[in-house]
C-alpha cells in the first residue's frame, strides 16, 4: 500500500489538477459555474495530495486572491454596462438580483444573462418610473456587462490556469 502512496498518489494528484483545470476553463465560459474556484479548489486538493509541491502556500494565495478578484471583477464590469446604458442604482441591484435567480431559469446556460436583463428593466421600468424603451436600454447594458463579466471571469481563469503550468515548468 505505500508503494503505491508514493508511486501513484502524485500522478493521481496531477490527473485531478488537470482535471479541474480544464473545467475551470469551461466553467468560466459559462454563467452558472464559478470557473476560477474550481481551478483553485484543483490546486489546493494538488497541493494536499503532493506536499504542497510544486503549488506552495505563495502560489495558493496567489490563486485565492485571483479568485476573490473574478468574482468582484465579474460583479463589477456587469454594473458598468448597465449604467453605461443608463441604469440607476436600482437598474444595477436588479440586474444583479436578475442574474443570481437567472441560475434557476429553467433556460440551460443563458439564464442568468435573460435574469440581468430582466432585473435591471423591471427595476427601471416599475421602480424607477422610465419609459419602455429607457428600460429595455438598462437591460440591454445589464446584458452586456453580464457577458463582459464573464468574458473577465474566463480571461481570471485563463491567468490562474497559466500561473499554475509556469510552477510545473519552472518549479
Known amino acids: 500500500m505505500e508503494a503505491f502512496v508514493t508511486n501513484w498518489l502524485p500522478w493521481v494528484a496531477h490527473g485531478l489538477l488537470l482535471i479541474c483545470c480544464l473545467g475551470g476553463l469551461v466553467g468560466s465560459a459559462l454563467p452558472a459555474v464559478p470557473g476560477t474556484i474550481v481551478v483553485f479548489l484543483g490546486a489546493l486538493l494538488h497541493g494536499l495530495l503532493t506536499g504542497w509541491s ?3 502556500a505563495g502560489t495558493q494565495v496567489l490563486l485565492l486572491v485571483a479568485v476573490i478578484a473574478a468574482q468582484a471583477l465579474q460583479y463589477a ?3 458598468m454596462g448597465a449604467r453605461k446604458y443608463g441604469a440607476s442604482k436600482w437598474g444595477v441591484g436588479g440586474a444583479l438580483v436578475g442574474m443570481f435567480l437567472g441560475l434557476f431559469l429553467p433556460i440551460p446556460v443563458l439564464g442568468p444573462f435573460v435574469g440581468a436583463f430582466a432585473g435591471a428593466l423591471v427595476a427601471e421600468w416599475i421602480v ?7 428600460a429595455a436600454r438598462a437591460g440591454f447594458g445589464a446584458l452586456l456587462g453580464a457577458v463582459g463579466g464573464l468574458m473577465a471571469e474566463l480571461g481570471v481563469a485563463i491567468a490562474m490556469v497559466s500561473w499554475i503550468l509556469m510552477r510545473f515548468v519552472v518549479g
Open 77 to 79: 464590469v456587469s454594473a
Open 54 to 56: 510544486p503549488l506552495g
Open 128 to 134: 424607477m418610473d422610465k419609459e419602455h424603451k429607457e
